[in-house]
């Protein structure tokens, strides 16, 4: 079992395995993914009721939780190994990034995220997504999932426009695919984005017929 100690307190360390949403008494929310890391300790005078907080997000942020709540949690949840309280220097750099940027600044978020490069890692996915329930209140992750998808329809809109004119498909790939080529043109960013809309011939150019093997860009938001 990893022992993470803090001023005051001595925090065991689990690691969830499913997924498992949590809220604090002050409103905050936050969901435990699988593999996110997570302390658990008992209240020192209330009985049957333990604090949980998330690792990166420090003692600052405490979520209650009654023992039938901690028993269930505990059963998707394994004991965390050992040396898994070393920070992953990622998700310390991009949560120091989301940290100076508005959440309805899509653009400097969708930046921030670098997905075109970082989120060909596998483990990127995970890692953003959590980063992003902690910097942010849900709402606001809501809100960044709803203009990820609104970007993508517009970009499939003028695709379908372009083939319409041409009279035949110009995308040779399932709807999957273009699913995901879509999604990772809107990571590209704003200046990429926009010129994908205007010229969507370009956005044929760059992803027909290319294999996408990271995850869809808007996993980061689920």
Same mark, same amino acid.
């Given at each position: ?24 008494? #002050? $409103? ?10 997570? $302390? ?10 333990? /604090?949980?907080?998330? !690792?990166?997000? %420090? ?30 220097? /990622? ?10 940027? +508005?959440?309805?600044? =899509? ?5 921030? *995220? ?8 596998? @483990?990127?996915?995970? *890692? ?5 329930? &902690? /910097?942010?209140?849900?709402? +606001?992750? !809501? ?8 970007? #993508?329809? +517009?970009?499939? !809109?003028?695709? &379908? ?11 040779? %790939? %399932? ?6 080529? *879509? ?5 590209? %960013?704003? @200046?990429?984005?926009?010129? =994908?809309? /205007? ?7 760059? =992803?027909?017929?290319?294999?996408? +093997?990271?995850?869809?860009? &808007?996993?980061?938001?689920?």
């Amino acid at each position: 079992m990893t022992v993470l100690k803090g001023a005051s307190y001595q925090w065991y360390l689990y690691k969830a395995k499913d997924v498992y949403l949590l809220e604090s008494a #002050r $409103g905050q929310q936050a969901s435990l993914i699988k593999g996110r890391l997570f $302390g658990l300790r008992k209240a020192g005078s209330k009985k049957d009721v333990y /604090r949980l907080i998330l !690792k990166e997000l %420090g003692p600052g942020t405490v979520f209650s939780l009654l023992q039938p709540a901690v028993l269930d949690l505990l059963k998707k949840s394994a004991a965390a190994p050992e040396g898994a309280a070393q920070p992953d220097p /990622r998700a310390k750099k991009l949560l120091a990034r989301l940290q100076k940027i +508005d959440p309805k600044d =899509f653009w400097a978020v969708v930046a921030a *995220l670098d997905w075109p490069k970082a989120g060909k890692d596998n @483990d990127y996915a995970a *890692l953003a997504k959590s980063a992003l329930r &902690e /910097r942010y209140r849900l709402q +606001d992750v !809501k809100w960044l999932a709803r203009t990820a998808a609104r970007k #993508r329809r +517009d970009l499939h !809109k003028a695709v &379908e426009k372009l083939e319409r004119q041409a009279r035949q498909q110009l995308f040779l %790939g %399932g709807d999957d695919s273009l699913y995901d080529a *879509l999604a990772l043109a809107v990571s590209h %960013g704003q @200046d990429r984005y926009e010129s =994908f809309l /205007r010229k969507p011939e370009s956005f044929i150019k760059k =992803f027909n017929g290319v294999r996408i +093997d990271q995850h869809n860009f &808007e996993y980061c938001f689920d």
